[in-house]
């Protein structure tokens, strides 16, 4: 059994769903996902950034389900034309962001070094930052995935004391295994998040953190991944567009 605050589970729609469709998504999952349902969990859902106020206003009487922004800027305000603040989030009552997917690393060539002004942003400005870390195929079959992966988590949260990682939650996301339908083994995940609790505590005294494991998690592999001591929930991309798949998932987690 993990620990009291330690289980989330996090739907990462990306870019999917019109304003209509997702506050449909959004209905089906608040049907389901009672007190009952959820239990123990922590249920976070990202939408695309224009869904967020009005799922905050939908949500207002719900509280099993947090919102978080799928990305933020580091700076309050200023000439950055098409970007959002962290400070917009925290007054639009957005809970969490997620920050360094990989796909905003590639696509958008996101370093470490910006992913920790972000993170540092996120808190000044009371979010829960989503920190995503993970090693590509060349790294994982080099074998220097672990030390590839802790690089860019001690990049992302340099500057921070032991006290402030508590309100930061780690994803782990191996690329090879982000929407590719290839999963990673629970060893493996089990393997990587017991290896970064160890760093977190070497590095800053504080490894009690929830680690969560994304790449390809769906009802069908979730069992074995939730039971892996040292993962605490899952960042889901494709299988969060379904409620019942969603939903399923956050059962899967409450009853590891
Ligand atoms: C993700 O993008 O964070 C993710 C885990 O996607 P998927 O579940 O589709 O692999």
């Not at 304003?19 to 239990?39: C, F, Q, R, Y």
């Not at 799928?70 to 957005?94: P, R, W």
Request: proline share 4%.
């Amino acid at each position: 059994m993990k620990k009291d605050g330690m289980k989330i589970l996090a739907g990462n729609w990306k870019m999917n769903t019109t304003p209509e469709e997702g506050i449909a998504l959004l209905e089906g999952l608040s049907n389901s996902l009672t007190k009952d349902t959820v239990g123990e969990v922590k249920v976070v859902i990202a939408p695309p950034t224009i869904h967020l106020i009005p799922m905050v206003e939908k949500l207002w009487e719900n509280s099993e389900i947090a919102i978080a922004a799928q990305n933020c800027h580091y700076e309050d305000s200023g000439a950055f034309t098409g970007e959002i603040s962290a400070k917009m989030l925290l007054h639009s009552e957005v809970d969490a962001v997620i920050l360094g997917h990989s796909e905003r690393r590639e696509y958008y060539n996101e370093t470490d070094e910006l992913v920790a002004l972000k993170v540092k942003a996120a808190l000044k400005n009371h979010l829960i930052p989503i920190v995503c870390v993970g090693e590509n195929l060349k790294q994982r079959k080099a074998g220097t995935f672990l030390d590839n992966t802790w690089s860019q988590l001690n990049i992302a949260l340099s500057g921070l004391s032991s006290e402030e990682l508590n309100d930061i939650v780690v994803a782990y996301e191996p690329i090879w295994a982000i929407g590719t339908g290839e999963v990673a083994t629970p060893e493996q995940a089990q393997e990587m998040h017991c290896f970064l609790r160890k760093m977190l505590s070497e590095k800053f005294g504080n490894s009690d953190l929830p680690i969560i494991y994304g790449g390809s998690c769906k009802p069908s592999n979730a069992d074995e991944i939730f039971a892996q001591p040292d993962v605490n929930g899952g960042l889901i991309g494709g299988a969060s567009l379904n409620a019942d798949d969603f939903t399923s998932l956050v059962k899967k987690l409450n009853n590891s």
